[in-house]
């Protein structure tokens, strides 16, 4: 069965400091991956995405993520976090349908 | 103006009630999804369909039906409310060939509560 794993619930982190943000997905094929940004009462924007060749991806925002077929993990990080980062993030996995994690709330302390 | 668009924003009902969440799009897109969010639950996919001829049921479709009236239009209907479909409702697109067509685009969402 597919799913998608994000073990931290909720990290908080100083600003200016590192973060990482993991996700670990169970599925048939190696699907395409997502990460994705909510603020609050907002929808969903998408932050940055793995489709084929080079496993670490760059997105908007300073954001990248590093895919690892071994592991079966898509973990998101920045170098130095910006107290406007502070959100909901999600990993979404699929083709054609996809599933999400439950969602890390990351809270930037300044 | 929004590339995703879904009415109402927010709506409050009464148990039994039927009722409508649209959802319009202009970027051309042939999928769009219907999604909810539960507080700790994540993402779940109601329905998905590829164009106007193409409805698939996703994770948890009971309860609830859909109607692609155009390529641009897609509706949620839940026919008989109930109190455990007060979420967060998410409309979604996407679209352009390839594996483009598993970026997806999100509206602003529907804030249903059942009463």
């Known amino acids: 069965a597919q799913s998608v794993t994000q073990p931290d619930i909720h990290i908080t982190v100083s600003e200016g400091a590192s973060l990482e943000l993991r996700c670990n997905y169970s599925?048939?094929?190696?699907?395409?991956l997502f990460w994705y940004v909510q603020s609050p009462g907002q929808g969903l924007q998408l932050l940055l995405k793995?489709?084929?060749?080079?496993?670490l991806v760059q997105g908007i925002k300073g954001f990248e993520a590093e895919f690892k077929r071994s592991q079966s993990s898509f973990n998101l990080r920045k170098p130095s976090v910006h107290w406007s980062d502070a959100a909901e993030y999600f990993c979404?996995?699929?083709?054609?349908?996809?599933?999400f994690g439950t969602g890390t709330s990351l809270t930037v302390i300044p | 103006d929004a590339d995703v668009t879904q009415t109402p924003r927010n709506r409050i009902t009464k148990t039994g009630k039927r009722i409508m969440l649209e959802c319009s799009q202009t970027?051309?897109?042939?999928?769009m999804y219907w999604y909810r969010q539960d507080p700790g639950l994540g993402l779940q996919l109601i329905y998905y369909?590829?164009?106007?001829?193409?409805?698939n049921k996703g994770e948890i479709s009971d309860g609830y039906s859909v109607s692609r009236q155009a390529q641009a239009k897609f509706s949620l209907s839940l026919e008989s409310a109930i109190p455990n479909q007060t979420a967060l409702y998410f409309c979604?697109?996407?679209?352009?060939?390839?594996?483009?067509?598993?970026?997806?685009?999100f509206g602003p969402g529907t804030r249903l509560t059942v009463l």
């Open positions: 599925y048939g094929a190696t699907p395409y």
């Open positions: 979604a697109t996407s679209g352009g060939g390839g594996g483009t067509y598993n970026e997806q685009f």
């Open positions: 979404a996995v699929g083709i054609n349908q996809f599933y």
């Open positions: 369909s590829f164009d106007v001829k193409d409805i």
């Open positions: 793995y489709f084929s060749g080079d496993t």
């Open positions: 970027k051309g897109h042939d999928r």
